[in-house]
């Protein structure tokens, strides 16, 4: 199995492509930024929810606010109505043009309703809801183009009411005809390789096998070394010895002994091993001596006898 089909793919953002009746925006969510807010929208945005939908709260300067949908899709109403806890902020990140968030009214209470903001705000990212999850990428001049001649909701202007634009699109048709509206959206995912953590624990234990066989190695290599010096050793005292067995009472041999031991030792011009030679050579003519006179001995044995 090769390593990319132990690699799995893992979210990290995706782009929603969406037409409007003010023109395209595309808007860019980032998943680390707001997990359970990015799963819960990008899925809606998958599934059509907001497709159609108008921008029932805008408010120039301030904020857009969306998210209620006019599917018959009764399971997928449904869906976008239940609520998802909030997540922790990430830092660094402040509400700035074309900021995402979700609005919310207390607590775990994000359900399917988003804004984009208009400008920076102190007022906004002080709630614990309104984790940011993208930003629009492209469009933002569309954006800034949507109507918001009624203004915000009552009391604080004369725009939509939020809790009739359930009943359908005829109540902003009818009351509100100028109120920019989607179009449909598309989805575009973008996912990085990561390794299972199988792999990762099967690279580790590779690395550790990898370090355990190059100590495996040295220490074989070591021993192999070793055991060639010491068979090497036993073989020149092997040979030593029986060169340095009495072979006769010919001064030749002798000579010829010393010479074939010089070259075993591969003798090199130090005092080390000319002493060792002048020990050797001794020891020889010591054993030489002994059998030449082992060998009168037996003459005058032989004279006797006959």
């Not at 988003?114 to 990428?137: C, H, M, Q, V």
Request: aromatic content about 10%; overall charge negative; charged content about 30%.
């Amino acid at each position: 199995m090769s390593k990319e089909d132990d690699e799995v793919e893992e979210e990290k953002s995706a782009t929603v492509s969406c037409g409007t009746s003010a023109g395209p925006i595309k808007m860019k969510l980032y998943r680390e930024w707001s997990p359970l807010g990015y799963d819960r929208a990008v899925e809606l945005f998958e599934r059509g929810f907001y497709d159609n939908s108008h921008f029932f709260r805008t408010v120039p300067g301030f904020l857009v606010q969306f998210g209620i949908t006019y599917s018959d899709d009764m399971e997928l109403k449904r869906f976008g109505r239940t609520t998802i806890p909030d997540d922790e902020p990430v830092e660094g990140i402040s509400f700035k043009e074309g900021t995402i968030s979700y609005a919310g009214g207390g607590a775990n209470s994000r359900t399917s309703q988003l804004f984009f903001a208009y400008a920076p705000s102190k007022a906004l990212g002080t709630n614990p809801w309104e984790t940011p999850i993208g930003k629009i990428i492209e469009g933002m001049e569309n954006v800034r183009n949507f109507y918001g001649g009624y203004g915000d909701m009552p009391p604080w202007g004369k725009g939509p009411v939020q809790g009739r634009v359930y009943s359908g699109p005829s109540y902003i048709e009818d009351n509100f005809p100028k109120t920019t509206r989607f179009e449909t959206c598309t989805v575009e995912h973008q996912k990085v390789k990561s390794q299972t953590m199988e792999e990762e624990n099967k690279e580790e234990e590779y690395v550790e096998e990898d370090d355990k066989k190059e100590v495996v190695d040295d220490d074989e290599t070591a021993a192999t070394t070793t055991a060639d010096d010491d068979e090497s050793d036993k073989k020149e005292e092997g040979t030593m010895k029986k060169q340095s067995l009495p072979i006769g009472n010919n001064n030749n041999k002798s000579t010829n002994l010393l010479r074939s031991l010089k070259s075993k030792m591969k003798m090199e011009d130090s005092p080390s091993n000319y002493g060792l030679i002048t020990i050797s050579a001794v020891f020889v003519i010591f054993l030489l001596a002994i059998s030449i006179k082992i060998s009168r001995g037996r003459k005058k044995t032989t004279g006797k006898t006959s």
